[in-house]
Each structure stands twice: as C-alpha cells, then as structure tokens.
C-alpha cells in the first residue's frame, strides 16, 4: 500500500497538491483500502509525475491535466465489458474483485465520466441481473455497500464546503435508494456547491428544518421508482409552504412524475450538478 504521503514523497508532489488535483481535475483516482485510506498504485503515481512534469514545463494544471488524458486515451482502456466482470464477481459474492473492477473504473477516467458513462448504467444492469435471477440479493447488497463506500471517500475528498448558502440532497421517508443521490452530492461538491447530504428516508419535518437552520439555496431529490413520486409530491408540498423561496430539484427515471414546481435535472449527473451551480451563482 502506497499511502499520500508516501506518495508525495515518490513523485514530489505536496500531499495538499495532489489532493487538489484528484480533487478538481480528476486525472488520477488512487483506490482505497477498506478503512477508507487512499492507496496510490504504479499507474496513479506515473500520471502524477506526469502532470508535474508538464506543470514544471510551463502549463496550467489544466492544461497538464487535458494532457495526461489525451495521453490516456492512447493506451489500451480496461476490459470493455467491466460490467459483466463485476456481475460474476457479485454471483460468487467475491467483495474483494468487486471493489477492485469499481476502483479501477475510477482510477482510469474522470469522477464525473465515470459515474455518468460507466455507473450508473453498470447499476442498471446489476438490478437487471437480481431480476433474472443472475445474481442474489446478497450480490445486490454487497455492491451497493462498494458503491457507496467509494462514493462517500469521493464526497470527502473534496474538502470543507465553501462558506456559501448550502444544497441539501437526500431522499425523504420511504425512499431508500440513494447511490444516485449521493452520487450526485458529490457531483455538486466537485463543482464547489456547498452541499449537505442528508441520507435516505429522511422524514419531511426534518427535511423542513435541516434547510431553515443551513439557510439552504436548494434542495435535491429523486423518484427512483413510480410509486415514490408521491413521497416526492409531499415534500414539496410541505417545503414550498415553509420554504417558497428554496426549489426541490428533482432527478431520477421517475423525475417527469414530480410537481410542476419541481425542476427536473435530467439523467446526466455531471450536466445537472454544473446547472445548479450556474443558477446558484446567478442568484
């Protein structure tokens, strides 16, 4: 195991440095252990010293950034189908090469093209396969919990929420799907939203009071399945009596089913994070 400081050591880069870089460019994605720590294998350390070599040469961060993953992009990518490969991981309930096939999508692309183009329809197709029967509800559990794992080190990896009026993102009572939320908190964060990420199930009173004492610009849910947009249609109900000014965005495949009142965020986790900041800032 290859800890950040170990890291800025092998590639003398500054520990501060290398977490703005995962953290705003999203060239590298170090793995992580099962205590949460960051390992930094062979590949993460050569894009390093990639990057500092072309910011040492005269470019931006940016700019070295935009380089490295052209340069990326020339090399054989992983295993095409990655998702078949995971589902037979979660058939024999093989934790370990789940977490390896997730850590590796995410080592290889952008936080933000890796969720959008490889996550979130990888998900799909693992509910697709506890449907038929291809793998069990334990399988279906088990990579949730990855998922989830991976995606709360990528929510804290961005840092301190910036000192601005905060997004409240969670699913309110009977709504217990939340990878996609969270997925999205992250998402928010990754584009400096100040972002509280309320969790799953959250009843609507506390939903209530958690955007009167945060003074929050906005709050994001989702509709996951049909019979949620109810759950959907009474928070809004009960925000917009407390909270008129504060919209509830609303994502999901369900999303065209919530109140007129409620914008819709598209199914683009990435598109949709960038246009609640973009209205955020223009408020």
Not at 108 to 128: H, N, T
Not at 144 to 161: I, T
Not at 162 to 176: E, F, H, M, Q, R
């Amino acid at each position: 195991m290859v800890t950040i400081s170990q890291a800025a050591l092998l590639t003398g880069v500054a520990e501060h440095t290398l977490r703005a870089w995962e953290r705003r460019y999203g060239v590298f994605q170090p793995s992580r252990t099962p205590a949460g720590y960051r390992d930094y294998g062979d590949d993460v350390l050569d894009r390093i010293r990639t990057m500092k070599d072309l910011v040492e040469g005269g470019l931006s961060p940016r700019q070295a950034s935009e380089e490295v993953r052209r340069r990326m992009s020339s090399v054989e990518p992983p295993e095409p189908d990655a998702v078949a490969e995971l589902i037979a991981a979660l058939a024999r309930l093989d934790a370990t090469a789940a977490s390896r096939i997730i850590d590796e999508q995410f080592a290889w692309r952008s936080y933000e093209a890796v969720v959008d183009d490889w996550l979130m329809p990888a998900m799909s197709r693992v509910g697709s396969s506890w449907a038929s029967g291809e793998i069990s509800e334990a399988g279906e559990h088990l990579v949730a919990n990855v998922v989830m794992r991976r995606l709360a080190a990528a929510f804290d990896a961005v840092g301190p929420n910036p000192p601005t009026p905060p997004a409240i993102v969670g699913a309110p009572s009977g709504i217990t799907h939340e990878l996609g939320l969270l997925a999205f908190a992250v998402a928010l964060r990754r584009v400096g939203v100040a972002t509280i990420y309320l969790g799953s199930d959250v009843p609507v009173a506390a939903w209530a009071d958690a955007v009167r004492t945060t003074h929050a610009a906005a709050s994001i849910t989702a509709i996951p399945r049909r019979s949620d947009a109810r759950r959907v249609a009474a928070l809004a109900e009960r925000l917009t009596a407390d909270h008129p000014g504060v919209p509830l965005a609303v994502g999901g495949q369900f999303q065209h089913l919530a109140p007129v009142s409620c914008p819709r965020l598209g199914h683009r986790i990435a598109t949709a994070a960038r246009a609640i900041a973009d209205d955020l800032a223009a408020r």
